[in-house]
């Protein structure tokens, strides 16, 4: 609380300078309040017409909204379309030679290519999958390096109607594993390896890792770019190299039209359990949100250059690289590397070199380029930055001002834009010609987004109290359901006491403007440099280790990550006697939860106890252990404690 208090103290604001208001694709709030009330008075007809201005439809829908089995929501579902077509055919005929995109590679190679040869490559890949006997329906795994082919790979499964479903490179073989048998893929598209700061890291021997831990015999192909012409062991009965798969295919394929609501891809997520959700998307309404967000809070311009950093192993990779800056026939930069390599300037130069209009990144990656090298921005050219945007996390003031004077110069509108794997695309987020700002604060819903803060029972709440975030109606771009498991889908973002209102998991507050303020997940989600994960997630992994007996994780307020992962381990034997002895066994726990999960997963810190905190029904005081993870004092009632003594050996700090 006392951070969203600290935030709501908040009192600056920035208005757009007329210079960018006279050229935005949305000027003044007049115009934004416009088509906020066109959606008010009829919701289907707003929808309807945005469908219609902004898709190709090769059959043009007549129903808009199905709210008949709510909360299973369809849009636009008697028309068809194809989501590649509309992000390369469209374009082929006005600007066969603008660039789609600008690779760089980790050592700095540049690669580009343009529509006509984009098209061509999807198309031939494309070609390649049906050869496998891939098919409309069918899931597709992707587990590749930021690269032209992961976006080749993706745009390739839409052409023919397959389902793709990108495991983030980062991701462990186990985790691989569970999202290859829960999706039931029958392909999975990988590389040899990937190159991250120098370093090249294996990818398909994940893969075989993750193959060989069964249930895997749906799997029929496995496709093998070659990108670090590193070794690898071959298994002759389903291992394909892309180079190979391509060489005799035509550059053209038909694209499969699919209805409106058929799945796109599946994006598997964090949520309160320990075993992630599938998230479903469809092809019309999840294509519509990534365009009008493009244009909108992107104020996308046919002479920009877009650079969102963000990996397609997430869903900012999946709406602002693969999808919606094509779509809208934009040249966008691609990079494989990582923002501190060779060193923390390396954004800042890319920006230079590739007169970057329109910057988009995660807090977590300003707050560490702060701390690394805050000056540096200033020994590059920036100037062909126009606007920047920031996603992920609540931005905290401090570093909004820093990438609004620094990277920015004060000329460039900062879009903080709110969102979630489940909405496809931003919900809340300025447009950027209308909307004064305010750092820390993402500002008001998109037209036709009814976002609003409510109670437990439902109710809204008032102006500066907080609330759990809500979207009151149906929208095009959201979640369809949990794959496999539509009753999870019910209960976890459609519960009785929401009244059919979307629950996004956040809490919020507004202020006296209406302008929104995230304080973060309600439930327990992490979010650990941007990255979406479960504690329970993590608690899976520890208990899975054969010396653990109980464990429960916390998160704890981080400068850098937003917020770093504390574990407290109960042991199967006795407490570690000695700081030695707890220092060698809280390392050993912590790759072992690296290499269950990823990298990405290992606790910051891990504290041993006899016990854990409880209840005398047994459940684990979790709010006593994210006191004691940030060396509160304890002011809350412990007298429902089970075992109270248990409370001073876990503040012991393991040095
Ligand atoms: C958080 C990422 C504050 C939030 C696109 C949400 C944010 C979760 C913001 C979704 C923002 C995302 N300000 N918090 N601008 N953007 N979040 O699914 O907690 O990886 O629920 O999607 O990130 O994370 P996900």
Redesign the pocket.
Known sequence: MSNIESVLNETRVFNPSADFVKQANISGMDRYRALCKAAEQDYAGYWANQAREHILWHTPFTKTLDESKAPFYKWFEDGELNVSYNCLDRHLATQPEKTAIIFEADDGKVTKINYRDLHARVCQFANGLKSRGIKKGDRVVIYMPMSIEAVVAMQACARIGAIHSVVFGGFSAQSLHERIVDAQACAVITADAQMRGGKVMPLKTVVDEALAMGGCDIVKSVIVYQRAKSDVAWNAQHDVWWHELVAEQAPTCEPEWVGAEHPLFILY?SGSTGKPKGVQHSSGGYLLGTMLTMRWVFDYKPTDIFWCTADVG???GHSYVAYGPLAVGGTEVVFEGIPTWPDAGRFWKMIQDHRVTTFYTAPTAIRSLIKLGGELPKQYDLSSLRLLG??????NPEAWMWYYTVVGKERCPIV???????TGCHMIAPLPGAMPLKPGS?TLPLPGIIAATVNEAGDDVSDQHGGFLVIKRPFPSQIRTIWGDPERYKKSYFPDEMRGAYL???SASRDKDGYFW?M??VDDVL?VSGH?LGTMEIESALVANPLVAEAAVVGRPHDIKGEAIVAFVVLKGSRPADAAKAKELAETLRNWVGKTIGPIAKPDEIRFGDNLPKTRSGKIMRRLLRAIAQGLEITQDVSTLENPAILEQLKEVIK
């Open positions: 997520t997430w869903v900012t920031s996603v992920g996390e609540p931005i903080d834009t709110w969102w979630q794997t489940e993402c996004a998991g956040d995230i973060g997940r979010k979406r």
